[in-house]
């Protein structure tokens, strides 16, 4: 199911829409829906801003297939299948997996794809996100992809970046945090500058804008640990908006402000490069018109 690719190195500096226009031979629709449904790549990354600016040398891949119609829910989109794994963006407001019968979550949208599609596989969680943090996620179709993804995640998740609206003014362009995290028996995640019983937890942070009540600030994980940067935010004094958890009760757009935009690792079967970007979603962007 792996999609099929047209290949093209760039000529001329052009910004994505205009340089696909000139050279690519289809409407201003098609290649704009293209864009839309994830169908192109520039240099090996999923690239959906018509506006990306592009340089000379630059490799283009454009998909040949169509769009998926068989997957549909407003909660999860489909952003990359093969026949071991998927790649999809989950939305606010669902869970990763289930916790009781009734609950929404991305593993069931999943296995009834599988099933109606006659596929004969079931999702399989290697990581999770929050049921208040949208981004993108892999699922295993099978145990051996499980197996292979959960035994070196380590080195097959070579690049892990979130971005965050966080409450305040940041003073620093960036920095790293590390501590020790451990939660206690309500569940609540601490932290503690030295060890604690817990796991080391190292966060670089890098911020790309601010005023003077929020700052978008992007975060890249060393360590995959449980509320890992919510906790962080939270002890550099600026804690992700919308947190009930660990935040202040700052909330501009009654959401966690939290979304999981890069993820890029090596595909644990063939090897090859699996990079994937989202946009930073609207709502955070409009925080700093």
């Not at 993108?136 to 970046?161: G, P, S």
């Not at 790309?208 to 975060?219: A, G, K, M, Q």
Request: proline share 3%.
């Amino acid at each position: 199911m792996q999609d099929k690719y047209d290949r093209m190195v760039v000529k001329d500096e052009k910004p994505l829409l205009a340089w696909l226009l000139a050279n690519v031979g289809e409407t201003k629709s098609k290649v704009k829906a293209t864009l839309k449904n994830r169908g192109i790549k520039v240099n090996g990354k999923i690239v959906t801003q018509f506006d990306h600016q592009l340089k000379i040398g630059d490799k283009i891949a454009i998909s040949k297939s169509k769009k998926n119609d068989q997957f549909k829910s407003r909660y999860v989109k489909l952003v990359y299948e093969d026949k071991y794994l998927v790649v999809v963006e989950k939305n606010v407001g669902i869970l990763s997996m289930g916790a009781g019968h009734a609950s929404l979550n991305v593993k069931k949208v999943l296995d009834d794809y599988f099933h109606k599609t006659k596929q004969n596989c079931t999702a399989h969680v290697v990581h999770r996100l929050d049921r208040d943090t949208s981004g993108l996620m892999i699922y295993a179709k099978d145990m051996q992809t499980e197996q292979l993804l959960e035994h070196d995640w380590h080195n097959i998740v070579y690049d892990r970046r979130y971005i965050a609206v966080l409450s305040g003014e940041m003073a620093d362009d960036e920095g790293t945090i590390a501590n020790w995290l451990k939660d206690n028996k309500s569940y609540i995640t601490y932290s503690s500058p030295v060890d604690n019983g817990g796991k080391y937890a190292v966060t670089h942070f890098f911020t790309i804008d601010r005023t003077v009540n929020h700052s978008l600030v992007e975060f890249k994980l060393e360590t995959g640990r449980k509320n890992q940067i919510r906790v962080h935010a939270a002890d550099m004094g600026h804690p992700v908006c919308g947190d009930i958890k660990y935040g202040n009760g700052d909330d501009p757009i009654g959401r966690l402000c939290l979304h999981a935009f890069l993820l890029c690792f090596y595909h644990p079967v063939t090897h090859e490069r699996m990079e994937f970007e989202t946009p930073v979603p609207p709502m955070f962007r409009h925080l700093f018109k």
